[in-house]
């Protein structure tokens, strides 16, 4: 029904930026775009478990980790039906692999990773000097 495919990932140095890219495409994305669904981004790190660290409701409503506030920003073009997401001043733990996701149905909390239910293959960040 929903394909999302991520680019954009790859190696920078601590203090560099990113712009990671969310591809949505499908039938039902073809048919109602990609503003019809709530969307996020997920990262995970090595040894780690999955965090959500940004959302973007219908309404265009934002929802960042609290720790990442004011480095990462989530934005989406309703014409490209793509999601992105820049992330500034990058860390060596910021190292992950990074994942967007989206679903129809609107996610409590926003950063819940099991109220979503189309996932991405994700796309790696290196953050080392």
């Known amino acids: 029904q929903v394909q999302l495919a991520e680019s954009g990932g790859g190696s920078v140095q601590p203090g560099g930026s990113l712009r990671l890219s969310c591809a949505a495409s499908g039938t039902n994305i073809n048919m109602f775009g990609i503003s019809a669904y709530y969307t996020a981004w997920f990262r995970q790190a090595p040894g780690k478990e999955r965090e959500g660290i940004a959302a973007i409701a219908r309404d265009d409503a934002t929802t960042y980790l609290d720790s990442l506030k004011g480095r990462i920003t989530i934005t989406r073009n309703n014409h490209l039906n793509t999601l992105y997401l820049q992330l500034d001043n990058l860390k060596p733990e910021d190292t992950a692999t990074y994942y967007c996701?989206?679903?129809?149905?609107?996610?409590?909390?926003?950063?819940?990773?099991?109220?979503?239910?189309?996932w991405g293959q994700g796309a790696q960040v290196t953050v080392s000097s």
């Open positions: 996701a989206s679903d129809p149905k609107r996610p409590t909390p926003p950063l819940l990773q099991s109220g979503y239910r189309f």
